[in-house]
Nanobody, 122 residues
């Protein structure tokens, strides 16, 4: 089992930055990648970004790729997501997920966090 706990949600002003953390614990040695997904009000959950635990390769959704970074701290077993220049369209519940597979689709995720709400005010 792997436990994932997100933090860093809250209110952000348009044009600002959000930085989220995902702390992993448990049997993390089986994890291939950690991904972030988000679900906006009334919409389906969507992929945001992912990072492979080893060797650290990254993927981003088109909607955030030019203004986002995803990084990890192996010692702390924590993954960070930063999105800059946010707009109200970035308002969503952000979920952290982990998979032992080499694909980062929602169906491939083995474990999910409970999510953290980010609200971008205009």
């Amino acid at each position: 089992q792997v436990q994932l706990v997100e933090s860093g949600g809250g209110f952000v002003q348009t044009g600002g930055s959000l930085r989220l953390s995902c702390a992993a614990s448990g049997r993390t040695s089986s994890t291939y990648a950690v991904a972030w997904f988000r679900q906006a009000p009334g919409k389906e959950r969507q992929f945001v970004a992912a990072i492979a635990w080893i060797p650290g390769s990254t993927q981003f959704a088109d909607s955030v790729k030019d203004r986002s970074t995803i990084s990890k701290d192996n010692a702390k077993e924590t993954v960070y997501l930063q999105i800059n220049n946010v707009t109200p369209e970035d308002t969503a519940v952000y979920y952290c997920a982990a998979t032992s597979q080499t694909v980062v689709t929602q169906d491939a995720m083995d474990y999910w966090g409970k999510g953290t709400l980010v609200t971008v005010s205009s």
